[in-house]
């Protein structure tokens, strides 16, 4: 069971086939995911014809529209982009704030809000968006019978995809930022202040710092899940589609492989996201 | 002295409120207020354009469709097998990370294991699709192997489903079940195998117990993202995929029948916070500490 | 609760050897326990004790050498097939059970039915000085009484060998000097064969029937707390087991057990020799703070004692342990010497001038470790 217990042959066989079989599953679709990008036929399935770039620089001309030339798709991408950052600048913001709210004040009902701050984690994503996205439209129709304007950021579309997916990723900063808060030695604090310095200037030059590992960590989280995010994109989407959401559309309609390549793009840009951040908590811990 | 203490005081409930409206502002409009909404949605029916009153006529087709209902059960049933599933494939995977392999090779591999995760859901279906699909690689596979004649659907079945939901939810178990693995000291083990234990007895009386709490939150997490999946359902299940969220979907946004789609998401809603109580309920931890877990 | 040398030895230990990469860990020790006797392993941390110890358990298979237990070969034996069971450093109670259930653990796997081993179980605990306490939490527990838990769990499968890996070593001084008398008295009541391994060697002195003194993965020495303490087999056991003044100095000459040599300044001193020296030979003398006698005069000395002087540099009371620091005159090698019961120097104070003397049969030396 342990190293330190014997462990027959046969355990330790099954054990090693374990593990790869395991890696296997995680890894096979992947895989085919990225191998399909470069394959030279209009349809991501089996058999090989051949390597090609098509799908990331092919143009109209040659009646394949490559990654790089599909302005949907390029399109999307940003929307998702920008979607991400908003999500993440608010998220994060929101985060720290009840990070101290949380470990710092005192506060009557502060139990039930805190209690409150986690619901947002098991609440089904579609349920999250639809609510959302009646509460706005009922807000939007009494604006419109009350002053007679159009609120038109309370109509599905971008703004409430921000919102809707805020609105559970800031539990997650929350977390977070709290649980690297609650380990933090006061007494630090405490020194600088017998040092001299302003309360601004102790938030500044000590505690900030301080949470910067984790409030880097929780931004990177929050852009990769809104990135990434679906359910609850799904509920609030306007015209302009985030990237997920234009994908789900083609995968229906039977895709060709351009999907392939702008998942390449993604998982490359995910492992790119996922080291550098790991590299940066080495250094930390070193 | 007097002012100055007052002027502290005044300072502090404005750090107070500063930090209290973001909190409020968040959880009143985004969470308690829509789903108030929500629930008062779901208990009024249309009479006539634009006039509405309050009824129970959403629950009571909930109840008298059979269709409705039947798929809400499916799909709790089927969440439920699949959380059970990943729990089975997760734990071993989980027990090598935390207990057998070392050094290195233990932070390795649990960095392999997360990477999947880091790409999103969409793309790993894609592949599973392209993998599954009658013109696929796998049932192109088996008849290059001489399995099947031809090439046979792999996609559109409910086992399909359940590999979809196992692939998607393993890292939401793999990471609470590491963790309460890693916290199990191995002269536990030890004095229990040197009490004469062998392997079941130590699994069931020391490792499971100690373990309970990583499991639950494991198996909360994915009992709830499994029930409120959408993606994985409709791509890897097709028509024949019957997921509760759809007919929610299919309510909202199709049909456009707000009331009935409500009424839907709070028995969605419902269930599975049922579920998440259950399990706190029957493992004896609090809300708060199993979500840190995860 | 003899140590009969009759009674066949419960554990034999032939040239065991265990090897980490290049590190040698355990190198070729070997050893006997008597039947019923309380040995311990004396070492300092890293020394390979540990290893030794969880080789004896079973978890560590040896690279070479052989291990029997009640006179049996325990090669691929697994350890839970071994008469012997282990009370862990850190106890390892399992904290999901009740005290009553981790007793009762071991009978449950050999499948003792319930009531037989509640019943078992829960008089074990009465022989331990823990009746009544069954239905407790672990962490309800002292730290004393969580001890003899672990020691009852073990003992209630009726071991031919307990394994102690340093169970003493996570409780504060106080509870461990209480703790210490009543392992003692647990093991004279059961009559189980003890092995302990320590660090401390206050422990090991104070437990053991037999002591093996450990370093760098061999036994420096096997023997009695006694023999250990007053004829040390190497200058490591000198200096590990008991206070001792060490000083080092060159041979001058050597006259059949007795050697004097150089210790610095023109400080000549004679002590006991267990090996012949040649004259220029480096030398590490012990002289353990007891052995050396104070003075105000040379007179007062006992005779044949040679008349030493030195400036007392500091006075450390603590009871009987008292002690007086002073530097010798001619080497200024600073000296710790007991101050005697009687109260005689109570008024000494730093600075002061005084005489001590001692006899060389007490003082001992080795060939010299340094260069």
């Known amino acids: 069971m342990i190293p330190s217990l014997p462990r027959p042959a046969w355990l330790r066989a099954a054990t090693a086939l374990y593990v790869g079989a395991f890696l296997l599953f995680l890894f096979l679709p992947l895989a085919i995911v990225a191998v399909f990008a470069f394959n030279n036929a209009p349809y991501p399935a089996p058999p090989w014809h051949g390597f090609t770039l098509d799908w990331f620089l092919g143009n109209e001309a040659e009646g394949r529209i490559g990654l790089f030339r599909d302005s949907e798709l390029l399109g999307s991408i940003w929307t998702s982009c920008s979607v991400a950052l908003w999500v993440t600048g608010l998220s994060v913001a929101v985060g720290t704030a009840n990070?101290?709210?949380?470990?710092?004040?005192?506060?009557?009902?502060?139990?039930?809000?805190?209690?409150?701050?986690?619901?947002?984690?098991?609440?089904?994503?579609?349920?999250?968006?639809?609510?959302?996205?009646?509460?706005?439209?009922?807000?939007?129709?009494?604006?419109?019978?009350?002053?007679?304007?159009?609120?038109?950021?309370?109509?599905?579309?971008?703004?409430?995809?921000?919102?809707?997916?805020?609105?559970?990723?800031?539990?997650?900063?929350?977390?977070?930022?709290?649980?690297?808060?609650?380990?933090?030695?006061?007494?630090l604090e405490d020194a600088a202040l017998n040092l001299g310095a302003s309360h601004a200037a102790v938030l500044w030059h000590i505690t900030l710092p301080y949470l910067r590992p984790?409030?880097?960590?929780?931004?990177?989280?929050?852009?990769?899940?809104?990135?990434?995010?679906?359910?609850?994109?799904?509920?609030?989407?306007?015209?302009d589609a985030p990237l997920t959401i234009m994908m789900y559309g083609r995968m229906r309609e039977g895709a060709t492989p351009v999907l392939n390549a702008v998942s390449l793009f993604l998982m490359t840009a995910s492992a790119v996201l996922a080291l550098t951040l790991m590299r940066r908590g080495k250094r930390q811990q070193s | 002295m007097a002012e100055t203490a007052a002027g502290a005081l005044w300072y502090r409930r404005l750090v107070l409120a500063l930090l209290l409206a973001p909190a409020l502002l968040w959880l009143l409009a985004l969470i308690v207020l829509p789903h108030f909404d929500l629930a008062l949605l779901s208990f009024r029916a249309r009479v006539a354009p634009r006039e509405y009153v309050a009824s129970l006529a959403q629950y009571r087709s909930f109840f008298g469709e059979p269709l409705y209902w039947h798929v809400f059960v499916r799909t709790a049933l089927l969440s439920a097998f699949a959380t059970a599933l990943t729990?089975?494939?997760?734990?071993?995977?989980?027990?090598?990370?935390?207990?057998?392999?070392?050094?290195r090779m233990s932070?390795?591999?649990?960095?392999?294991?997360?990477?999947?995760f880091w790409v999103s859901e969409t793309v790993r279906t894609l592949g599973w699709m392209i993998l599954l699909r009658e013109s696929g690689v796998l049932p192109a596979l088996l008849v290059h192997l001489g399995i099947t004649a031809q090439p046979v659907e792999l996609l559109y079945h409910d086992a399909t489903i359940l590999v979809g939901l196992v692939y998607t939810s393993l890292l939401f178990m793999v990471v609470p079940l590491v963790g309460s693995l890693e916290s199990l000291d191995n002269s536990l083990i030890e004095a229990a195998y040197d009490l004469?234990?062998?392997?079941?007895?130590?699994?069931?009386?020391?490792?499971?117990?100690?373990?309970?709490?990583?499991?639950?939150?494991?198996?909360?997490?994915?009992?709830?993202?499994?029930?409120?999946?959408?993606?994985?359902?409709?791509?890897?299940?097709?028509?024949?995929?019957?997921?509760?969220?759809?007919?929610?979907?299919?309510?909202?946004i199709t049909r456009f029948n707000w009331e009935q789609g409500a009424a839907f998401g709070f028995l969605l809603l419902a269930l599975s916070t049922a579920m998440v109580w259950l399990g706190l309920k029957a493992s004896g931890q609090r809300f708060s500490d199993v979500m840190r877990r995860v | 609760m003899s140590t009969g040398a009759a009674a066949a030895p419960d554990l034999e230990v032939s040239a065991v050897t265990k090897r980490f990469a290049a590190h040698v860990a355990v190198n070729e020790v070997s050893f006997s326990v008597a039947r019923g006797s309380f040995f311990s392993i004396l070492g300092p941390s890293g020394c390979g004790k540990t290893t030794l110890l969880r080789m004896i358990a079973g978890f560590i298979q040896p690279d070479g050498g052989g291990i029997a237990i009640g006179g049996r070969d325990m090669r691929n034996v697994p350890p839970n097939k071994r008469p012997v069971n282990m009370v862990f450093q850190h106890l390892a109670l399992f904290p999901m059970m009740s005290v009553g259930e981790n007793v009762a653990f071991g009978l449950a796997r050999r499948g003792v039915g319930r009531a037989e081993r509640t019943r078992r179980a829960e008089a074990m605990l009465e022989r331990v000085g823990l009746a009544g306490a069954a239905s407790k939490r672990t962490d309800e527990l002292s730290g004393g009484q969580r001890q003899r838990v672990a020691i009852a769990r073990s003992l209630v499968l009726e071991p031919t060998l307990l394994l102690l890996d340093e169970p003493l070593g996570a409780l504060d001084l106080k509870l461990r000097e209480h703790m210490k008398v009543e392992l003692k008295q647990l093991q004279s009541a059961f009559g189980t064969t003890f092995?302990?391994?320590?660090?401390?060697?206050?422990?090991?002195?104070?437990?053991?029937?037999?002591?093996?003194?450990?370093?760098?993965?061999?036994?420096?020495?096997?023997?009695?707390?006694?023999?250990?303490?007053?004829?040390?087999?190497?200058?490591?056991?000198?200096?590990?087991?008991?206070?001792?003044?060490?000083?080092?100095?060159?041979?001058?000459?050597?006259?059949?057990?007795?050697?004097?040599f150089d210790a610095g300044g023109g400080l000549h001193l004679r002590v006991r020799a267990n090996a012949a020296f040649t004259r220029g030979a480096a030398v590490d003398a012990f002289i353990r703070p007891?052995?050396?006698?104070?003075?105000?005069?040379?007179?007062?000395?006992?005779?044949?004692?040679?008349?030493?002087s030195g400036e007392v540099t500091d006075m450390l009371f603590d009871g009987a342990n008292s002690v007086v620091l002073l530097r010798e005159a001619h080497s200024r090698r600073e000296l710790r010497i007991a101050l005697p019961q009687t109260g005689a120097f109570a008024d000494l104070r730093a600075g002061a001038r005084i005489c001590f003397g001692f006899d060389p049969g007490r003082a001992i030396c080795f060939p010299g470790t340094h260069g």
């Not at chain 1, 004040?105 to 959302?132: A, D, H, N, R, Y």
Request: with cysteine.
């Open chain 1, 214 to 239: 984790a409030i880097i960590g929780s931004a990177a989280i929050a852009f990769l899940m809104s990135f990434e995010n679906f359910n609850t994109t799904l509920m609030l989407v306007g015209s």
């Open chain 3, 195 to 260: 092995v302990y391994i320590t660090h401390d060697q206050s422990e090991a002195l104070v437990l053991s029937d037999r002591v093996g003194v450990m370093n760098h993965g061999r036994f420096e020495q096997l023997g009695s707390p006694q023999e250990l303490y007053y004829s040390p087999a190497t200058s490591f056991v000198a200096g590990f087991v008991g206070a001792n003044n060490r000083l080092t100095g060159t041979v001058l000459a050597q006259d059949g057990a007795l050697v004097e």
């Open chain 3, 290 to 308: 007891e052995a050396m006698t104070l003075a105000r005069t040379p007179a007062e000395l006992p005779p044949g004692q040679s008349a030493l």
């Open chain 1, 99 to 187: 990070a101290f709210l949380m470990e710092r004040e005192q506060f009557p009902g502060k139990g039930i809000l805190s209690m409150l701050m986690l619901t947002p984690l098991v609440i089904p994503g579609v349920i999250l968006g639809i609510s959302i996205l009646a509460f706005a439209s009922r807000l939007a129709d009494l604006c419109t019978e009350l002053f007679g304007i159009e609120a038109d950021f309370l109509r599905p579309g971008l703004p409430l995809v921000v919102l809707g997916q805020f609105s559970y990723i800031a539990a997650i900063a929350t977390l977070t930022i709290s649980a690297r808060l609650k380990r933090f030695d006061r007494s």
């Open chain 2, 107 to 116: 932070a390795l591999l649990f960095v392999v294991c997360l990477i999947p």
């Open chain 2, 87 to 103: 729990l089975l494939v997760a734990f071993p995977i989980a027990w090598i990370i935390a207990k057998l392999a070392r050094g």
């Open chain 2, 196 to 252: 004469g234990g062998k392997g079941w007895p130590i699994l069931r009386t020391i490792v499971i117990p100690h373990a309970a709490p990583g499991i639950t939150a494991g198996c909360i997490v994915v009992f709830m993202l499994t029930l409120g999946n959408y993606l994985t359902p409709t791509l890897l299940g097709g028509k024949n995929s019957l997921w509760f969220t759809e007919q929610i979907y299919a309510q909202f």
